[in-house]
């Protein structure tokens, strides 16, 4: 089929540990504030056992060794030695590091002078310091690179598919070596573009985006490449906009005319050129964070809320015949499926194509489940989703398959709110956009709500939305 190129080889099964080159700059950074933090640990107590013969006090040496660290990583990430790309070049720094500790040495001993910290910490610890460091930096630099490069060898470390999209003259004229040092180690697939004088070329184009957008979903691509005329200003904003529902970067890379004027341009330079045109809703740092706040924040709140989750199910099973807990697929990060836990509420499971949603005084609900729906006590069970990785605490809500299917035909923008997992609250439920949505325009406001949350995301802000989702708990404020 054309559009498909097959240079994409599979990742590898069995669960390996993979680790994102994103995360690079972070290892490199500690590792160099470790070994700089140790090494005036070392210098310092060698002095005082071999020369002064002091009482070992390693405190002063350790607050000049953290002091030192973070000059040096602050010098070194300013000229760009961090990044993935830097580190995986063969050669060692060995220019940059001599500098950067050049400079971080004399910043240490003028600030010595001015605040005449020399009886805490004498001058021999200082020049041992300043003569250990380098070398032990070096040492580290050197056998990091090494680590690195297996690594990448091995699809550990920086490894991703890498989905290229383009007109074939553009896609013939790039060097894939260089496109993998400009954005990271990872295998080729590429999707070619139809000619455009056909006539048929928007519908092949559709289909060919298509084909691109599955591709990316299914193997957890970071970033969509786009190779094509900066001329071609229809073609562009097609592209654009049926990239709009990945939760994923995309960069417009630099076409054959632009190229031209940067002949023996480095990589990184190519890189800057190419222009941005969508951000992953989170970086990988702040997925971290929001993650380690949910599970945190979700054992502890099982923990806590274990004695009423018990109290519950048992007052379900002597209510009404069927089970404790409701089963329903439902989309969650990337359009992926996943089952979501619910107290049961109703009489009915329903989960199917046809799924009616609950209204006011719906003949369905239990009368127990009036009760459970009105305090959001069945929705605890999703804690169980968060731990599992499936759910946040916070994020847009998940609807219904059937019912994600109708909005997405109704909204162009409504699959933008998978770019984040979905959570047990949110700021539309939090700002009244909650219960059914019978129109068009309510679909449409809590759409607007959940975007507004993906763009504008915070731990502070999740850490309001969750003191709000008590206030509105309490309320009861669209609750059936």
């Known amino acids: ?18 680790i994102s080159g994103s995360a690079i700059p972070y290892l490199l950074s500690t590792i160099d504030l470790t070994v700089i933090l140790l090494s005036s640990a070392i210098a310092g107590s060698a002095y005082q056992i071999l020369i002064s013969h002091d009482q070992l006090n390693l405190l002063p040496y350790f607050a000049i060794g953290t002091l030192a660290g973070l000059l040096y990583v602050f010098r070194m990430s300013g000229r760009d030695h961090y990044s993935f790309p830097n580190a995986m070049q063969a ?36 020049v041992a310091f300043s003569i250990l460091a380098p070398l032990l930096l070096f040492g580290a630099r050197s056998i990091v690179k090494a680590a690195l ?22 896609v013939a004229a790039l060097r894939r070596q260089r496109l993998l040092k400009q954005f990271g180690t990872g295998d080729v697939k ?5 000619d455009a004088n056909r006539p048929d070329a928007m519908h092949a184009d559709v289909s060919t985006l298509n084909l691109a957008s599955d591709f990316a979903r299914r193997h957890d691509c970071l970033e969509i490449l786009v190779a094509l005329s900066w001329t071609e200003a229809t073609r562009f904003e097609l592209i ?43 970086s990988d740092a702040q997925c971290l964070i929001k993650r380690t706040a949910d599970i945190i924040l979700a054992a ?58 609950a209204t006011r005084n719906d003949p369905r609900v239990t009368e127990l489940g009036r009760i459970l729906r009105a305090m959001s006590v069945d929705e605890l069970p999703q804690l ?87 206030s509105e708990v309490l309320k009861q404020r669209n609750a059936y």
């Open 240 to 282: 654009r906009s049926r990239l709009k529902a990945l939760p994923m970067a995309a960069w417009l890379l630099p076409d054959v005319n632009v190229r031209s004027l940067t002949q023996g341009a480095s990589s990184e330079c190519l890189r800057k050129l190419a222009v941005h045109i969508q951000s992953a809703p989170l």
């Open 300 to 357: 502890l709140a099982l923990l806590f809320l274990s004695p009423i989750m018990v109290i519950t199910a048992i007052a379900i099973k002597l209510d009404s015949p069927g089970p404790i807990i409701f089963h329903q697929d439902r989309k969650g990060f990337n359009k992926r499926r996943f089952t979501i836990f619910k107290f049961r509420t109703m009489t009915v499971q329903e989960n199917g194509s046809a799924i009616a949603q």
């Open 91 to 126: 050669h060692l720094e060995t220019g940059a590091i001599m500098s950067c500790w050049s400079v971080t040495a004399l910043l240490l001993a003028l600030l010595a002078f001015l605040l005449k910290i020399g009886p805490s910490y004498s001058r021999g610890a200082f």
């Open 190 to 194: 590429i999707f070619l573009l139809s």
């Open 1 to 18: 089929m054309r559009g498909q190129i097959d240079r994409f080889r599979p990742q590898p099964a069995g669960g390996t540990l993979r």
């Open 384 to 470: 169980f989703n968060v731990l599992r990785g499936e759910m946040s605490l916070v994020g847009p809500r998940p609807h219904a398959l059937a019912h994600d299917d109708q909005f997405e035909q109704m909204l162009s923008d409504y699959s933008v709110r998978q770019h984040v997992k979905p959570g047990i609250t949110g700021w539309a439920q939090c700002n009244g956009a909650r219960g059914a949505t019978p129109t068009v325009d309510d679909i449409a406001e809590r759409v607007r709500l959940d975007l507004w949350y993906i763009n504008n995301w915070s731990l502070r802000l999740d850490a309001k939305i969750l003191v709000k989702t008590f």
């Open 149 to 170: 490069a297996a690594a990448a060898s091995r699809k550990i470390v920086g490894w991703r598919p890498i989905v290229l999209i383009g007109s074939s003259s553009e």
